[in-house]
């Protein structure tokens, strides 16, 4: 009998992988034909024409972004975990990235926990440390987004008033995100609403795991923040370093454009439009990274640019920062496991 229950549900659980492997398929297949249906000989035609050197740049300007948070989250866990190389920092990132995306985004926590697990780092302490990199990376987006349309992109709201209720909403998640998060860890009268509201849960055993589960994540949440209290000039740092990496981000489209058109709007205003697509996208669904930004550049910047252009500094730009940096992550996981196999 329970051979006969494992095997349905091993069949269940195969059949679950099958659909979750199709279904990202076909929703790859449909970005694809969204970004390239109408545009994809000109397409063709201004990457083939690039410069070699220029799509190195491009590549390693996307590189950077994970390099750079390396460096942030290595501050974070060095200050408690001195044995921590930034060797180490680097790699968690890039297991991070890889569970993002192979995984629907439910991997990445998870396997970054493991990984920091294996390194000497209990799962409490580790799940602090990544709350708090999380809160600084979203403040950092909300600065210099904030920074950036407030000094260079209130004409541009003006002209295409369209996209201020995206950015907007962009602006309502974030905020929604990092004062959940900064008040259950810093505030003892939310932390403790927040358990009583957990403890309301029915004891079934259906509510009764996810009861548990609640109240440690929020236990950690707390944690998080009692630790920021105690290292405000290090939070500092990793904050700059953290807008550091966005900025540069928000610099690959500029190269993309000279590359391609050979002229283009200022730099500046090229930093502000992304920033804006990164705020939009914070307003649309995805799935595993994949959707939100492409619509979201798409609408920012077709009206600004001819279709050609914007389709293919979308294309060299997610391959910048999502398929080149997906490519790293997987060569750095298999690296991981077979560290991980051979010390078993």
Not at 17 to 35: D, E, H, N, Q, T
Not at 81 to 96: A, K, R
Not at 191 to 217: R, T
Request: one cysteine or more; proline letters at 2%; charged letters at 15%.
């Amino acid at each position: 009998m329970n051979e006969m229950i494992e095997k349905e549900t091993s069949k269940k659980e195969i059949w679950k992988k099958i659909g979750s492997i199709l279904f990202r398929c076909g929703f790859f297949a449909l970005i694809l034909w969204f970004v390239f249906h109408k545009h994809y000989k000109e397409i063709y035609e201004n990457i083939s024409g690039m410069n070699t050197g220029a799509l190195l740049f491009i590549l390693l300007l996307g590189a950077s972004y994970q390099i750079i948070g390396g460096i942030a989250f290595y501050y974070l866990a060095h200050k408690n975990h001195p044995d921590f190389t930034y060797g180490q920092s680097l790699e968690s990132v890039y297991v991070s990235y890889f569970g993002t995306i192979a995984a629907f985004s439910l991997g990445a926590i998870p396997l970054r926990m493991y990984y920091l697990h294996r390194h000497k780092i209990n799962a409490g302490n580790a799940i602090s440390m990544i709350n708090a990199d999380y809160i600084l990376h979203k403040s950092a987006v909300l600065i210099c987004n904030t920074i950036l349309i407030l000094f260079v992109g209130r004409s541009f709201v003006r002209e295409q008033p369209y996209i201020l209720k995206y950015i907007l909403y962009g602006y309502l998640i974030c905020l929604v995100i990092i004062c959940a998060l900064v008040l259950i860890g810093f505030s003892e009268k939310v932390y403790a609403l927040a358990k009583k509201g957990i403890f309301k849960i029915p004891d079934k055993k259906k509510w009764s795991k996810w009861k548990e589960k609640l109240l440690y994540y929020l236990g950690t949440m707390h944690e998080c923040g009692v630790e920021m209290k105690k290292n405000i000039g290090n939070n500092f740092r990793i904050l700059l370093i953290h807008c550091g990496k966005l900025l540069i981000m928000y610099s690959i489209p500029y190269v993309c454009f000279c590359s391609i058109s050979g002229n283009t709007i200022s730099f500046l205003e090229v930093l502000m439009l992304v920033g804006v697509t990164n705020l939009v996208s914070s307003a649309l669904p995805n799935v595993s990274g994949l959707g939100s930004t492409e619509v979201a550049f798409l609408l920012v910047f077709s009206k600004l640019f001819a279709g050609s252009d914007v389709s293919s500094t979308l294309v060299l730009y997610r391959l910048a920062t999502y398929f080149f940096p997906f490519l790293i992550s997987c060569v750095v996981f298999a690296r991981v496991e077979r560290k991980r196999k051979k010390t078993n």
